[in-house]
């Protein structure tokens, strides 16, 4: 359960540009070390992990539509990129001793396993991180949605958003120095408040379905480890 007790699984999201570090698209290579590392430090506590991970940056299917493309086309290329970068997180991983796999919602056996809930189960009972591509497998879906969705379908007993900030504030901390960060949220206050989260639809199947979830900085070191230890290290949404 969700607190100070700890979770036993914890799906963990990442967004594509947690993967570029300063560089302004792709994968910067020294960030894939760091989160591996801070990856293996939640296995070593004994707690399985799925992780999903998005695509922005490489390609997003909004930008490819604004531009006039087909939206459908587009979130496929989209969902094709966090393909890329569930490779480089497995590659990663496997190189700091940490086993895992790749289960692809869009299937392409010479590159990685089709994903099925069997197989997620299979994999975790092994001590191995489960990395979910090709987000739901359906256009019109975020990696947001497509991580609430498979941390309901493995049970998992939080879902760990890693960002930029140390949690979700009322406004863009970035740009407004005055702006509050909350301890807590409730779903509803995230969806009438309209706070940059996660998309509506995760938040609402969240809401819908009491999947509690943690919003905290990655770069901090040792704070993935303490969020699925049931630290309160950034915004805690319940
Ligand atoms: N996408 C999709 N269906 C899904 C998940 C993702 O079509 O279930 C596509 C969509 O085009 C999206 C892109 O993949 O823009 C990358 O995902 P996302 O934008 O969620 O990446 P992030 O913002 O986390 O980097």
Known sequence: GEGSQGCRRVLLKLSGEALMGDQSHGIKPEVLDYLA????????????????????NIFRGMAG?????????????????????ALALHDALERHGVAARVL?????????????????????????????AAGTGNPYFTTDTAAMLRALEIRADLVCKATRVDGVYDQDPLRNPNAVRFD??????????????????????????????????????GNMRQAVS?????????
């Open 37 to 56: 590392g801070e990856i293996r430090a939640v296995t070593a506590a004994g707690v399985e992990t799925g992780l999903v991970v998005g695509a922005g």
């Open 65 to 85: 539509s604004a531009s006039g493309m087909d939206r459908s086309t587009a979130d496929n290329m989209g969902m094709l990129a966090t393909v890329i970068n």
């Open 104 to 132: 692809s919602a869009l299937a392409m056996p010479t590159v990685c396993e089709p994903f099925s809930r069997q197989k997620a189960f299979h994999h975790l009972a092994k001590g191995r991180v489960v990395i979910f």
């Open 184 to 221: 807590h949220l409730s779903f509803q206050e995230v969806l009438s408040r309209q706070l940059k989260v996660m998309d509506s639809a995760a938040i609402s199947l969240a809401m819908d379905n009491a999947m509690p979830i943690m919003v905290f900085d990655m770069m901090v070191a």
């Open 230 to 238: 049931g630290k309160q290290v950034g915004t805690l949404i319940s």
